[in-house]
């Protein structure tokens, strides 16, 4: 079985019994890694840590972190610190508010299926529409694997290359980013040009916060300092013509929603 680790915050135990009952009724085993909380970091240990990571790769001015990004990206660099320092090729990171496919399990049963040269398969859907290659490159379980070509976001659920998770942990902190955009961004990251990504689609797993409204269990916990009121103007920007436009144009040239 390929090693899984769980990203949990200690406080969060309904969380935890959450994942924990999921993965138990697929048989799937896991290591829990004690979450790294941002607020609890000192002012002058944030701002230590901002001075020393800008996020000013390719960009003409710094850009803040959230506390909550801070948390969750040393979080997912604790876990990739395991990784790298382990034996198996390939590992499964999750944070603890996902929902799984019932397949999930036959996915993480060996890494044997899985080419050498790819850095990372992303097991979850996105907020955004995703740029795939027009054929899967990868077929397992009678689910097919695409590639990867442009930004995406989330990381709740991905497996890594042993040897990524060597290559994240040697690029020096100025080129740190949240978690999602050091993988994922193809224009804010140093790294993720570089990496071969692969999509389930349909996905294997979806975020709470992801569902139908109504139906989630839980309100995030990663980006605790990013605004909840949402101004009814926004709401409509996703409906005006260039929008929609956009939308047009991003479905003729391969983006798509990952489905669940």
Not at 123 to 151: A, D, G, I, Q
């Given at each position: 079985?390929?090693?899984?680790?769980?990203?949990?915050?200690?406080?969060?135990?309904?969380?935890?019994?959450?994942?924990?009952?999921?993965?138990?009724?697929?048989?799937?085993?896991?290591?829990?890694?004690?979450?790294?909380?941002?607020?609890?970091?000192?002012?002058d240990d944030y701002q230590q840590f901002m001075?020393?990571?800008?996020?000013?790769?390719?960009?003409?001015?710094?850009?803040?972190?959230?506390?909550?990004?801070?948390?969750?990206?040393?979080?997912?660099?604790?876990?990739?610190?395991?990784?790298?320092?382990?034996?198996?090729?390939?590992?499964?990171?999750?944070?603890?508010?996902?929902?799984?496919?019932?397949?999930?399990?036959?996915?993480?049963?060996?890494?044997?299926?899985?080419?050498?040269?790819?850095?990372?398969?992303?097991?979850?859907?996105?907020?955004?529409?995703?740029?795939?290659?027009?054929?899967?490159?990868?077929?397992?379980?009678?689910?097919?694997?695409?590639?990867?070509?442009s930004t995406t976001w989330c990381t709740g659920?991905?497996?890594?290359?042993?040897?990524?998770?060597?290559?994240?942990?040697?690029?020096?902190?100025?080129?740190?980013?949240?978690?999602?955009?050091?993988?994922?961004?193809?224009?804010?990251?140093?790294?993720?040009?570089?990496?071969?990504?692969?999509?389930?689609?349909?996905?294997?797993?979806?975020?709470?916060?992801?569902?139908?409204?109504?139906?989630?269990?839980?309100?995030?916990?990663?980006?605790?300092?990013?605004?909840?009121?949402?101004?009814?103007?926004?709401?409509?920007?996703?409906?005006?013509?260039?929008?929609?436009?956009?939308?047009?144009?991003?479905?003729?040239?391969?983006?798509?929603?990952?489905?669940?």
């Amino acid at each position: 079985m390929m090693k899984s680790y769980l990203i949990n915050l200690d406080k969060d135990s309904a969380r935890l019994d959450f994942f924990k009952s999921n993965f138990d009724r697929l048989g799937i085993p896991f290591e829990r890694i004690s979450a790294i909380d941002g607020r609890t970091f000192s002012e002058d240990d944030y701002q230590q840590f901002m001075q020393s990571r800008p996020r000013n790769y390719n960009r003409t001015q710094t850009k803040p972190w959230l506390r909550g990004q801070m948390g969750c990206f040393l979080s997912h660099y604790a876990v990739w610190k395991k990784i790298a320092n382990g034996t198996e090729s390939f590992c499964a990171v999750f944070e603890d508010d996902i929902h799984v496919s019932d397949t999930l399990n036959l996915v993480l049963q060996s890494d044997t299926w899985i080419p050498p040269e790819v850095d990372i398969i992303r097991l979850e859907t996105s907020t955004n529409r995703v740029r795939l290659s027009s054929k899967p490159v990868l077929n397992y379980n009678n689910s097919n694997l695409y590639k990867v070509k442009s930004t995406t976001w989330c990381t709740g659920a991905y497996i890594i290359n042993r040897k990524t998770a060597q290559r994240l942990l040697e690029l020096s902190e100025k080129y740190h980013e949240p978690a999602d955009v050091m993988l994922y961004h193809f224009k804010e990251s140093v790294l993720a040009n570089d990496l071969q990504i692969l999509q389930f689609n349909p996905a294997l797993c979806t975020q709470d916060k992801h569902l139908a409204q109504g139906k989630t269990n839980f309100s995030s916990n990663v980006e605790l300092d990013t605004p909840t009121n949402i101004n009814i103007a926004d709401s409509l920007k996703k409906y005006s013509p260039t929008a929609v436009l956009t939308a047009i144009y991003r479905s003729l040239y391969g983006y798509r929603r990952i489905s669940f």
